[in-house]
């Protein structure tokens, strides 16, 4: 009896040991001239460190441990090199599809591509840049119709949420309006109570992207597949009623609609399934990050008053030269250059998400250091955005370095990334940025209520008591 209690009670070391002795044994490990760095303990290697500890932070102490170029690593269950600074940006940049292609960590595979199984998830992706690229619907010349609409939402947000209000969370506010925003462009809906439904569930879903796979009750993963099934539920309900509607002959003006015509080569029609994968993953991008933007530009303008004065300077100019009623347009959007060199700074010294993966191809090279087959590759731009060789005096925000005239070195501040797979909603962004800039400028000046309120989140900022601020109405 007491031998087998202490095999039992040995049970989980033997098969640690285990475990330990095949990972030392990986022939990828031992054939290759790998990197520097640690893969850490086994099955999760650091992924707790890189999440609990901060990916920005994690980033910064390998390059100042290993190597400032490339390191190794095992997170999120993968074996991974991070390529850093400039030169590694572009090299990435430059050999997308050659050498690399899109990879999702398993986390936000089983968020977004429960239904395709079957798939490979490169295949998936591609297939899904492709729907979103080639009708052009991101392009600035398809956007430029869906501007003034844009500002009348925005104006709709602000009676609603921030007028006659002494104060507001700034965060909350925000992701409200963007999901109101990415419904009507994304899905041609404006619903207020299909996307009050949506806010919380998305919320759950954003904090469970990053995160171990580990679903059951009271894990921050599980709560993230209650969510976003209950987001693909509602979302299979508005494909539906686009099908009848385009049924009715409506016109097709919306990535839904489009979504729903696409054809693969057989000419086989997505279902509803794969649909509301996708564009769940199309609205989760278009409401935390842009609504991120905007919540840091609160947090660091209602910091600095030169700041915002000049800010309110450039957009009364704007604002003056409009008749009353008459919504922004393209040529607005174009005044608003120190605007955006604002926004361009919150976005360096606070990125919207930290960075990206990509899967190795094939075997390459790279340093001196060879990278194995479907290894994966972390990109993140904290490795160039606070390094004071290319942005000096770098925890400073300083909207001047992105006057005209001065150019930064290429690679080092790529907000959207680059190449191939530059961020196909550049564009979206800028414009819904710079109109919510436009309409709280002009309405109030601000003072966050805690300067010091605390960050959290891993891959993507949370300011932990949603950024409260008090307004005072012009």
């Not at 290697?45 to 095992?74: A, C, N, Q």
């Not at 580990?214 to 894990?219: I, K, N, V």
């Not at 000046?445 to 010091?452: N, R, S, T």
Request: glycine letters at 6%; one cysteine or more.
């Amino acid at each position: 009896m007491e031998l087998t209690l202490l095999s039992l009670s040995l049970a989980p070391l033997i098969l640690l040991l285990v475990i330990s002795i095949f990972a030392l044994r990986d022939p990828s490990h031992s054939a290759m001239n790998l990197p520097p760095g640690s893969l850490g303990w086994p099955i999760f290697g650091e992924t707790l460190e890189f999440l609990f500890g901060k990916p920005e932070k994690f980033v910064f102490d390998r390059m100042k441990k290993y190597s400032s170029v490339i390191f190794k690593t095992k997170i999120l269950g993968e074996k991974t090199v991070v390529i850093c600074g400039p030169d590694g940006h572009k090299y990435l940049f430059s050999n997308e599809q050659k050498l690399f292609t899109a990879f999702l960590p398993h986390s936000m595979q089983k968020l977004f591509l429960p239904y395709q199984a079957a798939v490979p998830i490169e295949i998936s992706l591609e297939a899904e840049s492709k729907i979103i690229r080639s009708p052009g619907f991101l392009k600035p010349e398809a956007l430029v119709r869906y501007l003034g609409e844009m500002d009348s939402i925005t104006q709709q947000q602000m009676q609603t949420y921030w007028e006659g209000k002494d104060e507001v969370k700034a965060f909350p506010s925000a992701k409200t309006l963007t999901l109101s925003l990415a419904c009507r462009f994304f899905l041609g809906s404006d619903d207020p109570e299909r996307i009050a439904r949506l806010v919380s569930n998305f919320d759950d879903v954003t904090l469970g992207m990053h995160t171990i796979p580990l679903s059951f009750p009271g894990t921050t993963f599980y709560r993230a597949t209650k969510a976003a099934a209950a987001i693909c539920k509602e979302l299979r309900t508005v494909i539906s009623e686009k099908r009848a509607s385009m049924a009715g002959g409506a016109q097709t003006q919306d990535i839904l609609c489009h979504m729903i015509l696409a054809t693969d080569p057989s000419g086989k029609h997505m279902t509803e399934a794969e649909i509301a994968g996708k564009v769940m993953g199309l609205l989760v991008a278009g409401y935390s990050q842009v609504a991120t933007a905007m919540t840091f530009f609160m947090k660091y303008v209602g910091q600095r008053p030169d700041i915002y004065a000049n800010i309110l300077t450039e957009q009364t100019e704007v604002a003056t030269a409009k008749k009353a009623g008459e919504l922004l347009d393209w040529d607005d959007i174009q005044k608003m250059k120190y605007s955006w060199n604002v926004i361009y700074e919150v976005m360096r010294l606070t990125p919207p998400i930290q960075g990206a993966f990509r899967e190795a191809l094939t075997d390459f090279t790279y340093a001196g250091y060879t990278i194995p087959k479907g290894w994966k590759i972390y990109w993140t731009v904290s490795t160039t955005n606070k390094n004071p060789k290319y942005f000096p005096d770098a925890e400073k925000l300083d909207p001047s370095r992105y006057d005209d005239g001065k150019a930064l070195p290429p690679f080092t501040f790529v907000p959207f990334g680059a190449g191939p797979r530059m961020c196909p909603g550049k564009e979206y962004a800028r414009l819904a940025i710079l109109t919510f800039v436009h309409n709280v400028v002009k309405r109030f000046k601000w003072e966050v209520v805690f300067p010091e309120e605390k960050i959290g989140g891993d891959m993507m900022p949370i300011p932990e008591k949603g950024l409260p601020i008090r307004l005072q109405s012009h």
